[in-house]
C-alpha cells in the first residue's frame, strides 16, 4: 500500500507541475488573466504532492517496512529512530525526493509572496520556469530514480544505513541545510530568466529576489560548515576539510552565489553590472545541478557521495538545457543589457565590488577545474588522475588573502570616487591596528608567513568594521537626539550592517582556518593499561577498554585520561564501531572541545590478547572558532534580511545659525 501511495503522489505532483505549466503558458501566450491565476495554484499542488510522498517514505523508514527496496537497502530493524527519519536523505531516491519537498516550499512561498502579483509577466514567467524545474525532479523520482520500488519477497530484515551516515546526530542537520541552500538558488534563477523574456531586466527583479537569495546563501553556508564539523567528528581524519570533489560540489555554488550577493548591490546603486549579474545567478543555478551530478550520479568515489545511478545522463541532459537556454536569452538580450554607466574611479565601492566578483570568479573556476579535471581526464584518455590538497592550497590561498583586504577595504569605501583625505581618514587606524596586531604576533611566536598575513588583514577588517558600526551609531544618535538610538541601528538599514556582521564572521573564520592549518601536532601512540604519553603540554593515560553492545552496533571504547599540568581535564573515549552489515569497522574521535584548542583522540587498534593500544592524539587550535563563526555568519544574515524601518524625515532650518536639524 505504501508504494502505491508514494507513487500516485509523485504522479499527482507531476500532473500538477505539468498543468501549471500548461495553464500559465496559455495564460501568458493569450493575455489570460484568469489561466495565470489558475496556473499558480498548482504550485500548491506540487507543494503538497511532494510533502505525501515524502510522509509515506518517512512512514515506511519509521515502520521498517522492508517490501520498499529503498528500506531494506537503507534500514534495518536495529536502527534508531532518529537515523530510520533522516533515511530519507541517506541515499539517492530520497535525497531526491527532499529536493523536491524543499522545492515545493519555495515555490509555495515565492507564490504566496507575490500573491496580488499573479497576473504581472515577470511572476507568471518566473513560476512557469520553476514549475518546469520541479517537472524534471518529478520525472527523475518517477523514472530512474524511484524510491517507491517494492521487492519481489521482503527480507526479514534490511541492510541499514551506511555507517557513516548513523554515527552522528549531524546527520539530522547537515544534508536538509544543504538541500535549503541550493534548491533556494532556484527563486533567483527563475525570475533572472522571466527578466530576460520579459524584457524588465533592470532592478526589479532584484529586490524581489534580494531575500530569498540571501536566505539561500545562509542556508548554503551553515550547510557547508555543518559538513566541515560532520567531517572533523565522525571521519575521525582530525581534519574538516579535505577538498573532497563532494565537498568542492557544495563550495562552488557558494562562491558564486556570494559574488552574485555583492555585485547586486552595484546595480541596485548605479544600475550597472547587468549581465554579470545574470549570469553569476544562472552560474550558481548550474553549479547545484552539476554538485547534484556529482554526488548523485556515482561517477566519483567519496565518503559524501551515494552510488552508481542512471541519473546521471539525466543530469547531464538538463544542466546542458539550462546553460545553452540561459546563454541564448542573455545574448538575446545583449544590447539591451549593456548600460552607459561606468565605474568612475579604482577608488570606489563599485570598484572594489567588481574586483571582489573577480576574485571569487578566479576561485570558483581554480575550485572547479580541479574537481572536475581528473574526471575529464579518465573520460577522455582514460587516465586516472587525483588533484589534491596541495594544488588547491596553493591556488586558492593568495586569492583568498586578496579577498579578506577587499573585505576591509570595500565597505570604507564611498560610492563613485574617493579622495585621499577620505581613504586616510577611514583606513589609516585600521592599517595601524593591522601592523601592530602582526607585530604582537611576532612577538607571541608567530613565524607562518600566512598566518601572520591572515592576522594582519583580519585585524584591519575588523578595525574597519567597528569604525562604520561607530561612524553608524553616532549618527543615529545624531538623528534621534538620544543614546538610546543607538540600539535601533541595525533596524535603519539591516541589509548594511547585517553584511558587516556576517564579515565578522568570515572573518574569524578565516583566522581560524589559518591558525589551525599551521599549528596543529598529531602524534600516534602504542600504550599498555596505565601507560602515559606527552604531547605539547598535555598528559594522556590510557585506563583499559570497555565494550557496549546494542542492536545497531558493537562500540569498542577506549578510555582516556587528559591533564594538562595538575589539571584534570577528564576522561574522554574515543571509539571504533562495529555494524552488522559493514564491511570494516568504523572510528568515532572523542574530542575536548576549548576556545584556545582541541584536543582530538583516535582509537586506530584497541588491544587484543594483552597487547598495547594504539591511540591517535592530535591538538588543533582554534577549531571552535570556526564554528563560532558559523554562528555569526547565520545572526548576521538573519538580520540582513530583516526590513528596514521607516523612516519620516523632517529638515528644519535654522535662518540664523544656518544648521538643519534631522528628526525622525
Keep these: 500500500m505504501k508504494a502505491e501511495l508514494g507513487v500516485l503522489a ?67 530493524s536495529g536502527t534508531p529512530l532518529l537515523f530510520s527519519i533522516t533515511g530519507l536523505w541517506a541515499a539517492l531516491e530520497g535525497s531526491i525526493l527532499l529536493w523536491l519537498v524543499v522545492l515545493g516550499g519555495y515555490l509555495a512561498v515565492t507564490a504566496w509572496q507575490f500573491r496580488h502579483r499573479t497576473v504581472d509577466p515577470l511572476v507568471a514567467w518566473a513560476t512557469l520556469i520553476g514549475l518546469v524545474v520541479a517537472l524534471f525532479f518529478f520525472a527523475l523520482v518517477l523514472g530512474p530514480a524511484n524510491p517507491f520500488i517494492k521487492l519481489a519477497s521482503a527480507p526479514l530484515d534490511g541492510q541499514g544505513p551506511n555507517p557513516l551516515l548513523q554515527n552522528h546526530p ?85 562562491l558564486t552565489g556570494t559574488a552574485f550577493i555583492h555585485s547586486v548591490m552595484v546595480q541596485e546603486r548605479r544600475g550597472m ?42 543530469l547531464l541532459a538538463f544542466l546542458a538545457i539550462t546553460a545553452v537556454t540561459s546563454i541564448g536569452l542573455i545574448a538575446w538580450r545583449g544590447d539591451k543589457l549593456r548600460t552607459p554607466g561606468s565605474i568612475d574611479s579604482p577608488f570606489s565601492r563599485e570598484a572594489a565590488f567588481l574586483a571582489n566578483n573577480l576574485l571569487f570568479a578566479a576561485l570558483a573556476f581554480v ?20 588533484v589534491g590538497s596541495p594544488y588547491f592550497n596553493r591556488m586558492t590561498t593568495p586569492i583568498g588573502l586578496a579577498l579578506l583586504f577587499l573585505m576591509a577595504a570595500a565597505p570604507a569605501l564611498p560610492w563613485r570616487a574617493a579622495s585621499s583625505e577620505v581613504l586616510r581618514r577611514r583606513l589609516l587606524i585600521p592599517a595601524w591596528l593591522a601592523g601592530l596586531a602582526m607585530l604582537g604576533a611576532l612577538i607571541l611566536g608567530v613565524r607562518d608567513l600566512t598566518v601572520l598575513i591572515v592576522i594582519g588583514l583580519g585585524v584591519f577588517a575588523l578595525a574597519g568594521i567597528v569604525r562604520q558600526v561607530v561612524v553608524g551609531a553616532r549618527a543615529e544618535r545624531s538623528s534621534k537626539g538620544s543614546l538610546r538610538a543607538a540600539g535601533s541601528l541595525f533596524r535603519t538599514n539591516p541589509r548594511f550592517y547585517g553584511g558587516l556582521v556576517v564579515h565578522t564572521g568570515v572573518i574569524i573564520i578565516a583566522m581560524a582556518l589559518a591558525v589551525s592549518a599551521a599549528y596543529s601536532t598529531k602524534a600516534e601512540v602504542r600504550l599498555s593499561r596505565g601507560e602515559s604519553a606527552v604531547l605539547n603540554d598535555y598528559r594522556f593515560t590510557y585506563l583499559g577498554t570497555r565494550v557496549d553492545v546494542s542492536p545497531q552496533k558493537r562500540v569498542v571504547k577506549a578510555r582516556v585520561r587528559i591533564m594538562r599540568g595538575d589539571k584534570d581535564l577528564g576522561v574522554y573515549a574515543p571509539a571504533v564501531n562495529i555494524f552488522p552489515n559493514a564491511t570494516s569497522a568504523i572510528g568515532t574521535p572523542s574530542v575536548r572541545t576549548g576556545l584556545r584548542a582541541d584536543v582530538y583522540l583516535t582509537l586506530i587498534s584497541s588491544p587484543a590478547n594483552g597487547r598495547k593500544a594504539t591511540l591517535g592524539i592530535a591538538i588543533k ?21 530583516l526590513p528596514k524601518r521607516r523612516r519620516s524625515v523632517i529638515v528644519d532650518k535654522d535662518p540664523d545659525s544656518k544648521r538643519e536639524t534631522i528628526s525622525a
Design 273 to 314: 553590472l547587468r549581465v554579470w549579474n545574470i549570469s553569476l545567478i544562472v552560474a550558481t543555478f548550474c553549479l547545484t545541478i552539476l554538485g547534484t551530478f556529482l554526488t548523485r550520479s556515482g561517477i566519483i568515489n567519496s565518503v559524501h557521495s551515494f552510488t552508481e545511478s542512471g541519473i546521471g545522463p539525466w
Design 621 to 641: 587550535p582554534m577549531v571552535l572558532w570556526l564554528w563560532i563563526g558559523g554562528g555569526v555568519i547565520a545572526i548576521g544574515a538573519t538580520l540582513a534580511i
Design 10 to 76: 509523485l504522479a499527482l505532483g507531476a500532473s500538477s507541475a505539468a498543468l501549471g505549466i500548461v495553464f500559465l503558458a496559455r495564460g501568458l501566450i493569450q493575455k489570460n488573466d484568469s489561466f495565470l491565476i489558475i496556473g499558480r495554484r498548482f504550485v500548491f499542488g506540487v507543494l503538497i504532492a511532494a510533502v505525501l510522498a515524502a510522509g509515506v517514505m518517512e512512514w515506511a523508514l519509521v515502520t521498517h517496512d522492508f517490501s520498499l527496496r529503498y528500506v531494506a537497502q537503507n534500514n534495518a
Design 170 to 254: 549531524l546527520m539530522a542537520f547537515h544534508p536538509p541545510m544543504l538541500y535549503l541552500g541550493y534548491v533556494g538558488f532556484t527563486v533567483p534563477f527563475m525570475f533572472a530568466l522571466a527578466a530576460l523574456i520579459t524584457g524588465r531586466f533592470g532592478e526589479g527583479w532584484l529586490s524581489d529576489v534580494r531575500r530569498t537569495t540571501i536566505v539561500a546563501w545562509t542556508f548554503l553556508t551553515i550547510g557547508v560548515l555543518l559538513g566541515a564539523w560532520w567531517s572533523y567528528e565522525v571521519l575521525g581524519w582530525g581534519g574538516y576539510w579535505a577538498w573532497d570533489p563532494v565537498e568542492n560540489a557544495s563550495l562552488l555554488p557558494w
Design 367 to 386: 575550485v572547479l577545474l580541479g574537481t572536475v579535471y581528473p574526471l575529464l581526464a579518465e573520460a577522455l584518455r582514460g587516465q586516472q588522475l587525483s
